[in-house]
């Protein structure tokens, strides 16, 4: 009996001796792999750190260049405006050919330095929402005004629906403004006949859609998905006739989710696209307040 239970204890003895040296490996396991989530953290926070820093840096860099640009082609500007008057004598329509070639050259590259700094000013959490009440009349009247030069001058029909029953909006009209401004402006520059319509209507009971539709030339559907990312471009020959940045589209998205809103199309090739944008009738307070 003696041994038996001798033989009991030696085994139990063995099998908590067995149980040690497990926990043992087992916290020496769990040692070395907390060590290494440690180390992987500490790497990850570098990384972070300096993903921060060269963000900050593009974003100073852009803002910068922007500025340095805005001097020299605003005197450009200015100084054919001049010369288009004919302040300083008669020119002749060669010479009024190539003053107007200057001019929307110099107001291309404004537009494109106007992206790229509201780009910067983006990243860097800099952007400003400004919501007010408006009423869609106004702003499709100056919209209109807007574009009535460039019109007059091509073969397009601009047209906007009259915003007829539908309410006054309390969002920032400038940023609205802008998004459908870089709309109406790319549907004009890839339509070559035809008409261009901006329209709005209510979107269930507190938001509101603008659609800016055409008759232009249509996109690809492969490309619908990256449309509206940053430095996207329509690979197409007409594009490489149109200058600019790509980063209108990109803008209009991070402009609409500045206002509580999306941007979307809908496009088939050779029979036109519609782009549009939902946002609430009215800005959430604490959307307005994050910015």
């Not at 001097?71 to 001049?82: E, K, Q, R, V, Y």
């Not at 035809?194 to 030339?217: H, K, P, Q, W």
């Not at 996207?232 to 803008?251: A, C, E, M, N, V």
Request: hydrophobic share 45%.
């Amino acid at each position: 009996m003696a041994e038996s239970e001798n033989l009991i204890h030696a085994e139990q003895a063995a099998l908590i001796a067995r149980l040690q040296q497990e926990s043992a490996a087992l916290r020496e396991e769990l040692d070395e792999t907390n060590q290494g989530v440690l180390a992987l953290y500490a790497e990850l926070d570098n990384q972070a750190v300096a993903l921060r820093e060269a963000s900050d840096l593009k974003s100073r860099f852009l803002s910068y260049m922007s500025h340095e640009f805005r001097t020299p082609l605003g005197s450009i500007l200015s100084i054919t405006s001049l010369l288009s008057d004919e302040l300083d004598g008669p020119l002749s329509p060669e010479q009024h050919r190539q003053v107007a070639f200057v001019s929307t050259a110099a107001r291309e590259l404004s537009d494109m330095v106007d992206d790229l700094l509201d780009l910067a000013k983006i990243e860097a959490g800099r952007i400003s929402i400004s919501p007010a009440w408006f009423d869609m009349f106004d702003l499709f009247s100056a919209l209109r005004g807007m574009f009535r030069p460039i019109v007059d001058a091509s073969a397009v029909d601009l047209i906007f629906e009259e915003p007829v029953g539908l309410p006054r909006l309390y969002t920032d009209d400038k940023k609205l403004a802008q998004i459908l401004r870089n709309f109406i402006s790319n549907s004009l520059k890839f339509t070559a006949r035809g008409e261009v319509r901006v329209s709005a209507r209510l979107e269930g009971t507190d938001r509101i859609r603008f659609a800016v539709s055409d008759t232009g030339i249509g996109i690809a559907a492969e490309l619908h998905d990256d449309l509206f990312e940053d430095f996207s471009q329509i690979d197409s020959p007409l594009q490489k006739r149109l200058r600019g940045t790509g980063l209108g589209l990109s803008l209009c998205k991070r402009f609409a989710a500045l206002l509580g809103g999306e941007v979307g199309m809908q496009s088939e090739p050779g029979v036109g696209s519609v782009f549009f944008v939902i946002i609430p009738l009215a800005i959430a307070a604490e959307v307005a307040n994050e910015h």
